[in-house]
């Protein structure tokens, strides 16, 4: 009676699955999504229409840097958890950079304190 299970693929199935969900569409970085917040109201263009995104590219979420397939659905995740909290950390202070992680790998550039005496 015992043996391997027949469906014992079935995880490797739905992981492969996850991972072509998750890089449909790439999300921009914290910083990128900042950048584009903080700009100027003069900048900021209205949204073209993409065949290629949820409802056309017209309902999105510039916090959480997301497509919504109708009005309806994205005033649903204006009122959720997850987007109350990006919200909250957009508005703070300036999420990291790359240069910033470096600078704390001791990758940058090096600092040798003020000359003392020339030769």
């Known amino acids: 009676m015992g043996g391997k299970c027949p469906h014992r693929n079935v995880k490797k199935r739905r992981y492969s699955h996850k991972t072509a969900r998750r890089t449909k569409f790439e999300l921009k970085g914290d910083d990128m ?3 584009q917040l903080n ?5 900021i263009t209205p949204l073209p229409v993409d065949e290629d995104l949820p409802g056309m590219g017209q309902h999105y979420c510039p916090h959480c840097d997301r497509y919504f397939s109708n009005t ?11 987007h109350k909290k990006r919200v909250k950390q957009m508005m703070g202070p300036a999420p990291h950079t790359q240069l910033d992680a470096e600078l704390a790998a001791g990758m940058g550039m090096p ?3 003020p ?4 030769m």
């Open 72 to 82: 309806t659905v994205r005033d649903e995740h204006f009122k959720t958890k997850r």
């Open 39 to 43: 700009k100027p109201d003069e900048e």
């Open 33 to 35: 999504v900042y950048a």
């Open 115 to 118: 000359k003392l005496m020339s």
């Open 111 to 113: 600092d040798n304190g």
